[in-house]
């Protein structure tokens, strides 16, 4: 069984940073492609971000390229997700996922977190 918990979420500034990191259980973390989405109120959850089995390759939606940033750790099961930059669109919760392939539909990750909120203030 995966299990996949996340971390960080908190108010932050507009303009501010904030780092949110996944803890995953289990073993063979670093064959899983590992992912961020997030799910603002009221609107469907949406893809931000995906790190490869070994860091190799990172794929980003438009509205976050540039300012945040995928990192995974596979010593310690981890993946991170560091959002500069902030923007009152940002609030959200943020989701870690987990597959074996690669894909931008929530609906194709198998393993979910329970989410970390991130608000951010205007």
């Known amino acids: 069984q995966v299990q996949l918990v996340e971390s960080g979420g908190r108010l932050v500034q507009a303009g501010g940073s904030l780092s949110v990191s996944c803890v995953v259980s289990?073993?063979?973390?670093?064959?899983?492609?590992m992912g961020w989405f997030r799910q603002a109120p009221g609107k469907e959850r949406e893809f931000v971000t995906a790190?490869?089995?070994?860091?190799?390759?990172?794929y980003y939606a438009d509205s976050v390229k540039g300012r945040f940033t995928i990192s995974r750790d596979n010593g310690k099961n981890m993946v991170f997700l560091q959002m500069n930059n902030l923007k009152s669109e940002d609030t959200a919760v943020y989701y870690c996922a987990a597959d074996h392939r690669y894909s931008r539909k929530w609906e194709d990750m198998r393993y979910w977190g329970k989410g970390t909120l991130v608000t951010v203030s205007s």
């Open positions: 289990g073993q063979a973390f670093s064959s899983y492609v």
């Open positions: 790190i490869s089995r070994t860091g190799g390759n990172r």
